[in-house]
């Protein structure tokens, strides 16, 4: 079955960075894209980043030169890297694997961003 498990999330400083790490099992993970996103306290769900199978990648443009998308086929892992953190980055980071018939999330992973 897939599974994807998020971990790296934390409290961080204004300005500071985390990376994030999404440990994908359960399918064919260098065929798929995958993708980043996050949801703020209170409000919806906002795309942040995908990474396809052929390694192009894809920001929303409040992340674009700050956060930078991977992923290690080989260890079937995917990365956020997010430097220069604002605080209104505050939010529950969810990796996610779409394809033909193939809808997948993990549970998240908590971004902090205060003083």
């Known amino acids: 079955q897939v599974q994807l498990v998020e971990s790296g999330g934390g409290l961080v400083q204004p300005g500071g960075s985390l990376r994030l790490s999404c440990a994908a099992s359960?399918?064919?993970?260098?065929?798929?894209?995958m993708s980043w996103v996050r949801q703020a306290p209170g409000k919806g769900l906002e795309w942040v980043s995908d990474i396809h199978d052929d390694g192009n990648t894809y920001y929303t443009d409040s992340v674009k030169g700050r956060f930078t998308i991977s992923r290690d086929n080989a260890k079937n892992t995917l990365y956020l890297q997010m430097n220069s953190l604002k605080p209104e980055d505050t939010a529950v980071y969810y990796c996610n694997v779409r394809g033909p018939g193939m809808d997948y999330w993990g549970k998240g992973t908590l971004v902090t961003v205060s003083s």
């Open positions: 359960g399918f064919s993970f260098s065929s798929y894209v």
